[in-house]
């Protein structure tokens, strides 16, 4: 099992292989996902060109090929239905093609399942019905029965964001249900069967387009555990993480895998709702979280960001969202020593961290023989700032370390950032409010929020704006776990939903969070009433964060209380479930359930009763697989690895999740984002 992450990098650049083998001479069109998936795997669209691709366009309706192109690929992350084939069949009918490949990321068995075949069954034979009759209306939208159109399943599925930590670009928004979903799911079923609660919920019990996202997942690490060669054992720790986990253990294609599979492994699913204090804290000391929190998104990506080239011009301005220079970005997976450089960023503290910045920098600029002052210290971004104009004029070094100066400028441009002086503010408030929780009950602490509720007329820069207000009261209500609802708690509730509705409508300008939550595009399209709505909505979903822990046995608190002689602190629901899993007395972990694949597991399961059998344990296998269900943070993924090195440094870990977190995405995911009917594209 050895270089097991080394293996699914390799995995995700041989489906890439697989497109580039169709791109020579063709136009290509890519979705978002894909793309993404490119953009970490292989170095975007330089490797499609490189394969001989003409042209490397957006998956839109708005674009075609041109008259002498006679050749398209098109790649998609979605099922070839609904919004999908509108678009191929738009691009196709604007363009005079008279070949077309079509990539899919979604396996076929899903494609059946969402064409109504029963449990998605492939049938007997390798017949592949619907990509058949795809290729059938490719040619009749080209004008020609003769000229040729394929259609191929390439699982697409990840973006590697580091040799340990692996995204999922088109789960993005896949997030665990919430009471109130559990509301909306009772409200269409008959009295008498009607749910209890979210625990009691199974796969055929969800929405038909949460059925096929789970299924389209499951889909995808089949395909990936098949590169690896390795048969799984399913965990899961919360609601849908059991589904999902569920689904995998009785995959029909899965089972075959794991006949003849030679490796084993783990795999683990755990609802990011269990924990949304790891997700919207700033205790994590990492430079790369910082990066990513504080500098804006890459247009069309979710987990890369923004990096401002203006430094390294002529160009004279002081406009930070200059658009005439293309931006930078984080993601160098062709450039070793770049890659190098972003690994360290990933898994080491700031302090180190901005220290291998500056040693990077310095040995790149001797290599070019460019006269930098070394000096020793404390590594300031005017310092950083100060080594990389030694590189301005200089073509040969801009070329050679162009991926390293992106690096060291989003390291620049993070340390500089406003955002960044509020980093610690939050982090002394936070910590704060651990002291505060155990001393005194949650209506207090929502009485000291209040004062610092401010409109927008009169914050400060160093005021918290009313997203940060959402990601405090974010923190608040998941540390905090279960609550005592009284008058007293409605009545602190009351207040700071008021301060709240008068922040926002006196927004000037409505920042995309707050358009998503308050369904307004604009602050002129906000009625005091809207707003009244929109934060009775987050109060209804704070308190349902607070239940999220209900059911657990010994997962039940991630609040440690302090004592005469220590502080009380937090203990990310992350490190208590591997810690479990290492427990050197190995009891059957209670909340970490597991999820057998059928009769052979349940019958080991009832003789277990009468005689020693052992039920299958995280910890028996050389590799250990996290899917983080709702997404992910930097510090979490550094601190898995930590762990496990501690406690058993023989064992392989990788962390799989829907999306790579910033504080600022659980407010969108928890309160502006449909966790039943995912847009599916159907």
């Not at 008279?98 to 068995?109: G, L, N």
């Not at 990492?286 to 080239?309: C, Q, W, Y």
């Amino acid at each position: 099992m050895s270089g097991c992450p080394a293996a699914v990098l390799a995995a995700c650049r041989q489906a890439w292989e697989q497109v580039s083998a169709k791109a020579k001479r063709a136009v290509v069109f890519v979705d978002a996902a894909c793309a993404e998936s490119l953009h970490w795997a292989g170095g975007g669209a330089g490797r499609l060109l490189e394969a001989g691709a003409l042209n490397v366009k957006e998956f839109s309706s708005f674009e075609a090929g041109a008259a002498d192109q006679p050749k398209a690929v098109f790649v998609v992350s979605s099922l070839l239905k609904g919004r999908a084939v509108d678009i191929v069949r738009d691009i196709v009918s604007l363009s005079r093609f008279q070949y077309c490949v079509v990539f899919t990321a979604v396996s076929h068995a899903v494609h059946l399942l969402a064409h109504g075949a029963p449990g998605g069954a492939e049938p007997e034979g390798s017949s592949q019905a619907v990509f058949e009759q795809f290729e059938e209306k490719l040619c009749q939208w080209m004008g020609n029965m003769n000229y040729t159109a394929e259609v191929r399943h390439v699982p697409l599925l990840l973006a590697p964001i580091s040799p340990h930590l692996f995204v999922t670009p088109a789960f993005a928004a896949l997030f665990p249900m919430t009471p109130q979903d559990l509301a909306r799911i009772n409200s269409s079923r008959p009295e008498k069967k009607k749910f209890g609660s979210l625990n009691d919920l199974d796969f055929s019990s969800l929405p038909p387009e949460l059925q096929l996202q789970v299924r389209t997942l499951v889909s995808g690490l089949n395909s990936l555990f098949e590169c690896l060669n390795v048969r799984e054992e399913c965990f899961a720790v919360g609601t849908l993480s059991k589904i999902i986990a569920g689904d995998l253990a009785n995959y029909s294609q899965a089972k075959n895998r794991r006949k003849t599979a030679q490796n084993r492994a783990s795999v683990i699913f755990i609802d990011r709702t269990l924990d949304l204090t790891g997700a919207v804290g700033h205790h994590g000391d990492s430079l790369a979280e910082k990066i990513f929190s504080v500098l804006p998104r890459l247009p069309g990506h979710t987990n890369d960001v923004m990096v401002n080239m203006v430094e390294l011009t002529a160009l004279q301005t002081k406009d930070e969202t200059c658009s005439i220079i293309a931006p930078g970005c984080l993601a160098q997976p062709n450039d070793p020593a770049a890659k190098a450089l972003w690994e360290s960023l990933m898994n080491l503290r700031q302090k180190e961290a901005v220290m291998e910045v500056r040693r990077h920098l310095v040995e790149a600029a001797s290599r070019e023989n460019l006269p930098i002052k070394m000096s020793m210290g404390r590594v300031t971004p005017e310092q950083l700032s100060s080594y990389i104009k030694l590189f301005k004029n200089n073509f040969n070094a801009l070329r050679n370390h162009c991926g390293l100066l992106q690096l060291v400028l989003a390291t620049i441009q993070a340390l500089k950032h406003p955002q960044n002086a509020k980093w610690d503010s939050f982090l002394a408030f936070e910590r704060l409010l651990l002291q505060n929780i155990g001393e005194s009950e949650i209506p207090s602490v929502l009485n000291q929020l209040l004062p610092m509720i401010k409109s927008h007329n009169e914050r400060t820069a160093n005021d918290y704006s009313s997203e940060d207000f959402l990601v405090l009261l974010v923190y608040i209500y998941s540390v905090v776990g279960e609550i005592k609802a009284g008058k007293e708690l409605d009545k602190a509730e009351g207040e700071v939903k008021k301060a709240l509705v008068q922040t926002f409508c006196d927004e000037p300008e409505l920042s995309s969070l707050l358009q998503k939550i308050t369904g307004c595009e604009s602050s002129h399209h906000l009625t005091f009433q809207k707003a009244t709505v929109a934060v009775d909505n987050i109060f209804t979903s704070l308190r349902d964060v607070t239940k999220a822990r209900m059911h657990m046995k010994q997962f039940n608190s991630v609040y440690v209380p302090g004592s005469n002689t220590c502080q009380a602190t937090y203990k990310p629901l992350l490190k208590q479930v591997v810690e479990e899993i290492f427990n050197s007395d190995r009891p059957d972990p209670v909340d970490i359930e597991h999820l057998s694949a059928g009769l052979t597991d349940l019958l080991k399961t009832g003789f277990s009763m009468f005689m020693k059998v052992s039920r299958p344990h995280p910890s028996d296998h050389p590799l250990l697989i996290f899917y983080m269900v709702g997404g992910v943070t930097v510090s979490e993924v550094r601190m898995v690895r930590d762990l496990i090195s501690a406690h058993k440094p023989g064992i392989q870990v990788i962390v799989l999740s829907s999306t790579l977190l910033t504080p600022l995405n659980i407010p969108e995911l928890l309160f502006a984002t449909d966790h039943l009917q995912p847009d599916i594209g159907i």
